[in-house]
T-cell receptor
Framework: DQQVKQNSPSLSVQEGRISILNCDYT??????FLWYKKYPAEGPTFLIS?????DKNEDGRFTVFLNKSAKHLSLHIVPSQPGDSAVYFC????????????????FGKGTKLSVKP | EAGVAQSPRYKIIEKRQSVAFWCNPI?????LYWYQQILGQGPKLLIQ????????DSQLPKDRFSAERLKGVDSTLKIQPAKLEDSAVYLC??????????????FGQGTRLTVV
């Protein structure tokens, strides 16, 4: 029973264009969502997050959109750069009684982004 | 600020052997996590500590896995005996604590375990 789903295992984008990575979740009690970026042989690094009380959060080239009614979030990278090539993980957490421990991050399987020069 | 330190980086053992991983979290971080990441999957929580107490170990295979957090700082994760399906990257992470914006976890580089 996968509570966080990233249905696209991979995405290829041309440098300078927009990258859109998608994530769906099933547990309506999740109230905090994060995106992590992972390079080979390294641990995941935090990229951007959004609280469920917002529908958009922006940080430089990265924007996360949250659609609570659809239980869907997306990460937009504009413009995409070759250094953005990595695996991107969507993660969700809850601070209340959502069926998991407080602070426990539940991850999707990841989407491998390749940005072509 | 020093990051989360893990050792060793790589380990190859035979099945039925035992192995231990070590983690030193970011100073001042009350919450420490051990995640298991199998190839092609996202990280899956094994155990979560708040200071030196266990918050969640519901997904830890307790017949073979054990973990402790000494004095609320360093932590060790042990597997005994190892099985082939334990081959994975073991990630340690830490965060300030619980609560909405405090769940941002910082990850170490991980230990890649290969069981042959």
């Amino acid at each position: 029973d996968q509570q966080v789903k990233q249905n696209s295992p991979s995405l290829s984008v041309q440098e300078g264009r927009i990258s859109i990575l998608n994530c769906d979740y099933t547990n309506s009690m999740f109230d905090y969502f994060l995106w992590y970026k992972k390079y080979p042989a390294e641990g995941p690094t935090f990229l951007i997050s959004i609280s469920s009380i917002k529908d958009k959060n922006e940080d430089g080239r990265f924007t996360v959109f949250l659609n609570k009614s659809a239980k869907h979030l997306s990460l937009h990278i504009v413009p995409s750069q070759p250094g953005d090539s990595a695996v991107y993980f969507c993660a969700a957490s809850g601070v209340g009684n959502y069926g998991g421990s407080q602070g426990n991050l539940i991850f999707g399987k990841g989407t491998k982004l390749s940005v072509k020069p | 600020e020093a990051g989360v330190a893990q050792s060793p980086r790589y380990k190859i053992i035979e099945k039925r052997q035992s192995v231990a991983f070590w983690c030193n979290p970011i100073s001042g971080h009350a919450t420490l996590y051990w995640y298991q990441q199998i190839l092609g999957q996202g990280p899956k929580l094994l155990i979560q500590f708040q200071n030196n107490g266990v918050v969640d170990d519901s997904q830890l295979p307790k017949d073979r896995f054990s973990a402790e957090r000494l004095k609320g700082v360093d932590s060790t994760l042990k597997i005994q005996p190892a099985k082939l399906e334990d081959s994975a990257v073991y990630l340690c992470a830490s965060s300030h604590g619980t609560g909405a914006s405090w769940v941002r976890a910082f990850f170490g580089q991980g230990t890649r375990l290969t069981v042959v």
